[in-house]
């Protein structure tokens, strides 16, 4: 005789409903966000974007990601930042059969359009307690000039 989950079917109203948001958010021209542990699209990290004299601060929420999770490149002027993880847990009897086991692949990104180009060479990055921040030296203007010769 099998054991019945009572919240099983309230579980799987929650999945349902959550497909059904992703699917939406997924559509064209949709301003609908992901929600949390939803099986849509990558959900959007939140961003903050500090302009100091020679840098601009980038600055994500990544909680709960590896820094092996977490891909950030910069390419002109646009930074893009995604974070990828898997997750797993179970639960089983005493004759070690699942009564329960769960996966779960959860995805992050975000691309951002910085006000003028950066010294991508120059840039660096540190990962601390679910922090990414990002350093992006502006680039220098004064290199990019050159002598016009008049005839």
Known sequence: MSRRNPFEEIE???ERMNRQFGELSQGE???LPTPAGGTGGPQAVSIDVAEQDEEYM??????GYEKGDIDLSISERTLRVSADREESSEESDEEG???RRERRRQSV???ITLPEEVSEDDANAAYNNGVLTVTLPKRDRSND???????
């Open 12 to 14: 799987r109203m929650f």
């Open 58 to 63: 980038v600055t994500a929420d990544l909680p």
């Open 145 to 151: 000039s050159r002598s016009i010769d008049i005839s």
């Open 109 to 111: 990104s975000r691309a």
């Open 97 to 99: 059969t699942y009564l």
């Open 29 to 31: 021209g949709s301003q």
